[in-house]
């Protein structure tokens, strides 16, 4: 992957976690420079960025000040999701990992050409939340 297209996802990334961009403006602008989705590995501590043809750049991430608990809560996944669209005072992504990590999710998959993303667990359970229209 390129230098620009690699700054890009950094600039999205840094724009996630400092409060600069929410999770629409991060997809418009991954959507726009051709990125087919994302990978975020909180047992990692890292974000996977894909094109359609294969490439890949690997990025590290803030570490989650939570450990991925071991069993997976689909509903409080979703309340953090909720909160998330709602954009409810207090809100961070910061704040938003640390709850889907309590909640046992050991990352989430976003698909940009399926408008939808797979929160999973690490036994393998799943939550798909399709994006808003």
Do not use: W
Not at 5 to 14: G, I
Not at 104 to 127: D, K, M, N
């Amino acid at each position: 992957m390129d230098e620009r297209m690699v700054a890009l996802a950094r600039a999205c990334l840094d724009g996630a976690v400092g409060g600069t961009m929410t999770f629409p403006a991060v997809v418009g602008q991954l959507m726009q420079a051709g990125f087919d989705g994302y990978l975020v590995d909180f047992r990692r501590a890292a974000t996977t960025y894909y094109l359609p043809d294969g490439d890949s750049a690997d990025l590290p991430m803030h570490a989650s000040a939570v450990p991925v608990a071991l069993l997976f809560d689909a509903a409080r996944v979703r309340e953090a999701i909720r909160e998330a669209q709602q954009q409810l005072a207090g809100y961070s992504y910061v704040g938003f990992c640390d709850k889907v990590a309590a909640a046992g999710c050991a990352g989430y998959l976003v698909s940009i050409s399926g408008r939808r993303v797979l929160y999973f667990g690490r036994s393998g359970e799943t939550h798909t939340e399709h994006f808003p229209n």
